[in-house]
Each structure stands twice: as C-alpha cells, then as structure tokens.
C-alpha cells in the first residue's frame, strides 16, 4: 500500500483534478457515495433540536483544549502510565516511526494489524515498517480494498469510494492470495459475499498476529483513556487480541473529560455515517488484561499549526469528512488529486500547515475550492475552511505579474472615482475583449468564460433611472 509520503511530488492539484474529471466511472461513484451519505447525514442531523448548540459546544471544547494543550497532554501522559502504559513523544514523522519499529522489533515479531489511522497513513508508517522487515496489515475494509490494490486513500471516512464493487470483486480475486487467505472460488461482486471474503481473510490475521497498530478518535486527558469508533468490529479485533498495542495519536485528538466526550459521540456518527449511534465505540485505558500498551503522541507540524491564529481552527477536525461529502469539487475529482491522506476541503487547509507550502502541490491546495462556504455549512465543530482557505492563499508565493495587477486593482477599486472611470473605459471598449486572455493570465479563461461586459454599469444606471425609480 502507498503511504503519506508518497503522494509528495505529485503534479499540482489542477493537473490533478484535470486528468480526475475525464474519469466518468470515478465522477459516478463519487457523487453516488456522496450523495448517499449526504442525505443520510441531514436526516438524522435534523433530528436534533439542538444541532447548532451541539455544534457550538464541540468547538467551545476543542478551542479550550487548544489553547490548554500543554496541561492536558501532561495530564494524559501522567494518566497513562499509572494505568501501566507507556508514553512516548514524537516530533516528527520519522521520530514516529522509529518508535514504533524499535517496540516492534523488542517483540521479536515481523507483522502487525492495524486499525485504520490516518495519523499512520500522514507518517508513511507502513512503508516505514516495511523498511525494517515488518509488514503491517490493513484491517478495515476499505483500506483492506486500498492495500490489496496498491492504492492510495481517497476518502476520510471510507478511503475506497472511488471503487465500486466490480472493481472490489477483481481486487479480491486476483490479490488476496498474495496477502493471506485467498478468495473464495466463485465469488461474485454482491456486497455480502465480498464482506464474507474479507471477514475470512481478516479472521486468520486476527488469531496470529501479536502486534496491533491503532490510531484514536479521542484522547480523554482526565482518565488517560483512548477512543476508537469504527462500524466493522475489525478494529475491536484489533484493539483485543494482540498481546501488543501500539497507538499513534496526534496530539491534538485530547478532549479533557468524559463530559466533553458525549457531546463528540453525538457529533461524529451523524456527520460521518449519518447515524444516531456509532455501531462499535471502544475505550481502553493503560494496560488492560495482561496486554502492553504504548502511546506514541504525534506532532508532526501540529504545533506550528497552533501558532497560526488564524489556521488553528484546522486541528479541532474530527475527521468525520462531511466537508467532502458536500464539496462540489471533491465530487468530481476526487480525492487522490489533492495529494495527501487528508483529501477535501479539510485537506487543503490542513496539509499546507502540516507540510508546509514548499512544493508546487502543497502550495496549490488553497486553492482547491470554489469558496462556497457548504463545508463550513457542514462541518460539526464549525471550522471556517473558506476562511483558512483564503488566509493561506495569502501567504502564498505569487508570480510577479500577478502581484502587480492586484496591486493595480487595489488601485482601482480605492477610490469610486476611479472604479467609475474603469468602468465607462470597459463599456466603451467592450467589443475588443478577447473570448481568452493572453500569456500568464491564460490560466483563468481555460477553465472560464469572460463574463460580457454590459453595455452601461450599474453605476451609471442607478444614477440614470433614480435608483431604478424611473
């Protein structure tokens, strides 16, 4: 499977999504997925009288947990190694990383399952551990589907929407035997019997592998207790049985009580799943039942994300991806055009802040959205995504010649004299406007027309009938 880092050096988002929307069988089961999920995600939102305080409450808790972030990471580290875990600090990916091999190689073992965890996806760990002799086995389904296909992630909440079940059915048939438990014979591309085959895979790699790999919805700061929702059971399988368990959080998944948490398990399961319940919730604590557990707190950029006033809302997400369900623009290319585990309009404002803005991808991520403002609409603890969008744009490099026409049409619009003056010298010469502007403006009309200038402004106008009185 292709991890974080392999996304780096890809072409930017527009080449991305250029080649993405010729794809007319990803563009249908993308917006079948999303529209699925983003009825049933209204229904059961209105439901609640209380959504927008809800809605309030999870913001007020992250933005509290952020700006206390130190206190309530000791806080979980202290709690953590009474319960007889053990607590381990990550600066960075590779740092990450290391941690993570050296405690699977104390155990003499060379496998391990893992839950899904974008965390791990974001650090490139299986590539990692690949690296050292260890292979690490997706157990959720989807990333089961990613991982047999040498794919990458595309969805938030399920990485394989841009398969269907033909596709699946293929994958399974011709990859499964390389992984494990073969296929069965005969197996159709029916959701039953494709769930019936994994399971049987799965099963096999549950009972022999003593090491797991976790990532976490939520950390509880007071109890030092970790949270994982799934809808599979596969991540219980997981988080039970190895004899070793590994979890790779970020740091910024702390809320500090089990208070704080009910109002999470009401927000997520409805904007992720469109359900009332989340079907499987599981917590653990320390070290339970005879197990080992390690705790490995990921920064990986995080910190600096913090420092940005204006950015920071991007870590109270929850990666509950109803950002992406809604986005016009994520419907038609998808998600591996972004370039990043973190696809959707949450992607583009998160990973320019993880990353950097360095590369040519990375850079063009805020721009990746038509500024429509449906994924704050959506979104469960009310990030401002179109405000962060623009922020970042701000703080991108920009060629020379585009520099200077905003400075020209500061300029303009600065004085209403001068905007008028604009506006009378455009009608007039309206009939030499080209159909596409030339050199490095070209980029604008390949994808646009140039609206019709009117033959009087509404300037003029208003001032000709009285306001439209005449």
Not at 39 to 67: F, M, N, Q, Y
Not at 158 to 178: G, Y
Not at 313 to 330: D, E, F, G, H, T
């Amino acid at each position: 499977m292709s991890g974080g880092n392999t996304f780096l050096g890809m072409p930017t988002f527009p080449r991305n999504a250029a080649a993405a929307v010729q794809d007319s069988q990803l563009r249908f089961n993308l917006r079948k997925a999303t529209h699925t999920i983003r009825g049933k995600r209204a229904s059961v939102v209105a439901e609640l009288p209380d959504w927008t305080e809800l809605r309030t409450a999870g913001k007020e808790i992250k933005d509290h947990t952020l700006r206390n972030l130190e206190r309530y990471l000791l806080q979980m580290e202290e709690a953590v190694t009474a319960a007889g875990g053990h607590v381990h600090w990550a600066a960075d990916a590779e740092e990450a990383n290391r941690i993570v091999a050296d405690l699977v190689k104390a155990t003499g073992e060379t496998s391990v399952v893992k839950v899904k965890s974008m965390a791990t996806q974001e650090i490139g760990l299986n590539e990692a551990l690949q690296a050292e002799g260890i292979t690490a086995y997706e157990t959720d389904l989807a990333e089961l589907i990613v991982q047999l296909g040498d794919d990458w992630p595309s969805h938030i909440l399920v990485p394989a929407i841009h398969r269907n079940r033909s596709e699946i059915r293929e994958i399974f048939h011709d990859k499964m035997a390389d992984w494990g438990r073969a296929a069965p014979e005969g197996l159709t591309d029916e959701p039953r019997a494709l769930a019936d085959a994994a399971r049987l895979h799965l099963r096999e790699r549950f009972l022999s592998t003593k090491v797991a790999v976790s990532g976490a919805n939520f950390m509880i700061a007071e109890t030092g207790t970790l949270v994982v929702l799934e809808s599979e059971g596969n991540g219980r399988m997981c988080l039970t049985l190895p004899e070793t368990l590994i979890s790779v959080v970020g740091i910024e998944k702390l809320l500090p009580s089990w208070r704080d948490l009910e109002v999470f398990l009401q927000l997520l399961p409805r904007s992720s799943t469109g359900e009332r319940m989340n079907p499987y919730t599981s917590t653990w604590t320390g070290a339970v039942e005879g197990q080992e557990f390690h705790l490995v707190l990921l920064d990986n950029g995080r910190t600096q994300v913090l420092a940005d006033e204006v950015g920071r809302q991007a870590l109270r997400c929850i990666r509950c991806s109803a950002c992406l369900n809604v986005c016009p623009v994520y419907e038609r290319a998808g998600g591996h055009a972004y370039g990043s585990v973190y696809p959707g309009p949450i992607g583009a404002i998160l990973t320019p802040q993880l990353r950097g803005m360095g590369s040519a991808l990375d850079a063009s991520l805020p721009y990746a959205s038509t500024l429509c403002g449906a994924c704050f609409e959506a979104c469960p603890v009310a990030i401002d995504i179109p405000e962060v969008l623009v922020h970042l744009r701000g703080k991108a490099r920009h060629p020379r010649t585009e520099r200077l026409g905003m400075r020209a049409a500061g300029w303009v619009f600065n004085r209403p004299a001068r905007l008028a003056r604009a506006q009378r010298l455009a009608v007039r010469f309206r009939r030499f406007v080209p159909e596409r502007l030339p050199g490095p403006l070209s980029a604008w009309t390949d994808t646009r027309d140039i609206p019709d200038i009117p033959a009087e402004s509404f300037r003029d106008w208003w001032n000709r009938t009285d306001g439209g009185a005449r």
